[in-house]
């Protein structure tokens, strides 16, 4: 099985990486590294996630220290594109790697990615990127660079303009890499630790009612799962929260959801167990 190394890009001496308005990327890639790196290691994979800020080169030379396979470099673009990129370096199995992820961007709402192998440095000799120069030529064959949108694109940015977008994102390349590489089966959580997990998070105030209406098969009130639906996802529409959700891999059929959750309107028992029990499992809640 891979062992991973995961960087959170820039932050050494203070670099904050691109700033386009409240959006900092180095902040931003702490949030979806760290997801990214939790639920690899969920999935039975050996992870090692950028200890501290720590300069690109010594970043390469830990990945090869630990014994990592692959390093992940996590990112976010600027400079006004509309679309995602990974990058791959020149190792034997990056390419492959950065599809995966790729798929996984495209499937959480990217709309484009483009995949690419890094161009040369100035002596055509090796990757132009340090972080995948450096940690090939210190022996971790695959490595990729992630930049999941424009973050100075009004729109593009929409993609990880939460923190729990963020989170969902990382959790979203990490299954997808552990579906493609092994992973053990994802250790989901149950109906009531998974109504547990939002009391605690402040999504839901009233468990008993939850707990008995699934228990008895009682619809439950439409509006009130949209507020639930809402705040799992840190969204502030129900429209917004389907969407969110449909990316993360919790709600197959959007329309249902957008019909029914309504005043006035009931969700089946059984609809609203499943959204609740998967919301908390692909968001990482």
Known sequence: MLRFYIE??????????????????HDMNVIYATALAKRLAERGFIVDLE????????????????????IISCHENAGGGDRGEVIFGWGEGAKELADVIAGALRAF??????????????????????????????GVEIGVIIEPCFIDNEEDVKLNDTDLKLQTMGVAIAGALADAYGGTPRNDTGFEAAVARLVDR???????????????????????MALVMQGMTGTGSLEDAV???????????????????????????????LVIENGVNELGL
């Open 243 to 273: 969407s969110s959700l449909v990316a993360a891999g919790a709600i197959g059929s959007p329309a249902y959801w957008l019909a029914n959750c309504q005043a006035g309107q009931t969700i089946k028992a059984a609809y609203a167990k």
């Open 202 to 224: 402040g999504v839901i105030g009233s468990p008993d009612y939850w707990l008995k209406a699934i228990a008895t098969g009682t619809d439950v009130k439409g509006e009130w």
């Open 8 to 25: 959170k890009g820039h932050g050494e001496n203070g670099d904050p990486g691109a700033v386009s308005g409240r959006f900092v990327e």
């Open 109 to 138: 709402g990217q709309s484009e990615v483009r995949v690419y192998k890094s161009r040369a440095n100035s002596g055509e000799t090796a990757e132009y990127f340090g972080i995948l120069r450096v940690s090939r030529f210190n």
């Open 51 to 70: 200890s501290d800020d720590i300069p690109i080169g010594d970043n390469g030379r830990a990945a090869a220290s630990l014994g990592a396979d692959v």
